[in-house]
């Protein structure tokens, strides 16, 4: 009856203001709490790229160019997947799914989005940060939307490219190029989003099954996920011990190890089949901290 | 200690790396929709050789 009330009370303030209501809209089409720990891996790239904290107004046109980049990308995503969507519980009350905004204005607000981050990034911070930006866009809508998703079950392995490219960007803005640091970066949130998606794609299988889209546990089954998640943890695990090899602090060692183990332990308990807790929740829950919470190591360590 | 850290590093990254393909190997011949090929293979082994040519690289610059 809340979830009722709620839509009531939100329906009757959309009537009154009408434009109120399609601003929220457009916002919820760029999703914005996703994009938030997408910002986050950039501003700590930034950090570790200045090796020391970066000017205020870097930050802030960065950040406004990678929410519009990101943002963009995400409503051409649900442009592409309103088929979809439409049928996935989940998803089912997204603004194209529902009709409040038309396929065809969302399309043309995401790319118009896109271009506006391309043009903010490339006279405001670097247009190396710009273009990195741009391939972000057209690996997420291009590479993993219009292809992988619906045909392989590797698509979140292989698309978790995209995600890995806000680093880049952050490290680009700052200097103009990339050194090896900023490929670790990348790495690092590229082999965190096979645990991430898996351990998501266990609570949401029945919807991806009746949506038609081949994620791991739907083709293969939960055990067989639960081994993969264990295994990419550990993958994960120790990719975030190279950078220490490779030059950063012990700040930056203890930090990857405290918030690695954890993971580690709860990747452990799901693939145990613990029915004592929801374990692929807790796991999914744990790894958007523990990515945040590891960049944010990553940025002490380097204006320390 | 960071050579310590990088040997650690490279167990762990590749022995899960040979234990993910050799588990998703094992289970192409069931594969429920769309036929193995060359492309699933390429996106099984892409990764996990990119993260091994990352360790090599750590060791090349490594202070």
Not at chain 1, 108 to 134: D, E, H, N, P, Q
Not at chain 1, 188 to 217: K, N, Q, S
Not at chain 1, 254 to 268: E, K, N, Q, S, T
């Amino acid at each position: 009856m809340d979830r009722l009330g709620d839509a009531v009370s939100t329906a009757a303030a959309d009537v009154a203001t009408p434009g109120r209501g399609i601003v929220r809209d457009l916002i919820t089409l760029t999703k914005p709490r996703i994009i938030s720990l997408l910002l986050v891996t950039t501003v700590c790239a930034m950090f570790a790229a200045q090796q020391g904290v970066p000017s205020g107004w870097l930050i802030l046109w960065t950040v406004i160019g990678g929410y519009l980049s990101a943002g963009g990308a995400n409503t051409i995503n649900q442009y592409v997947d309103r088929d979809i969507d439409a049928v996935m519980g989940r998803t089912e009350r997204r603004p194209i799914v529902t009709g409040r905004i038309s396929a065809g204005a969302a399309l043309a607000f995401g790319v118009g989005l896109v271009i506006a981050s391309v043009l903010v990034l490339g006279f405001l911070t670097t247009w190396l940060a710009a273009g990195l930006s741009l391939v972000g866009v057209l690996l997420y809508v291009g590479l993993y939307t219009l292809w992988l998703k619906r045909t392989t079950i590797h698509n979140i392995v292989i698309g978790g490219a995209a995600g890995a490219i806000p680093p880049l960007v952050g490290w680009a803005a700052v200097t103009g190029d990339l050194a090896f640091g900023a490929v670790l970066l990348f790495a690092i949130v590229f082999v965190w989003t096979p645990p991430h998606f898996w351990a998501l794609a266990l609570m949401l299988e029945r919807d991806y099954d009746e949506a038609g889209v081949p994620m791991l546990p739907v083709v293969y089954g939960e055990q067989a996920t639960r081994v993969q998640v264990l295994l990419w943890s550990v993958v994960m695990f120790g990719t975030t011990l190279l950078p220490y090899a490779a030059g950063a602090g012990v700040t930056y060692l203890v930090g990857a190890v405290v918030l690695g183990l954890p993971f580690l332990w709860m990747a452990g308990k799901l693939w145990r089949g613990d029915r004592d807790r929801p374990w692929a929740a807790i796991t999914f829950h744990y790894s958007l901290a523990y990515l945040a919470l590891l960049f944010v190591v990553v940025a002490v360590d380097a204006a320390a | 200690m960071r050579l310590v850290v990088l040997i650690i590093a490279a167990v762990l990254v590749v022995g899960a790396g040979l234990a993910i393909i050799r588990s998703m190997w094992g289970m192409r011949a069931p594969l429920a929709r769309g036929a193995t090929s060359g492309t699933e293979t390429l996106w099984l082994v892409l990764p996990l050789l990119m993260s091994v040519a990352l360790v090599a690289w750590t060791a090349w610059v490594m202070p």
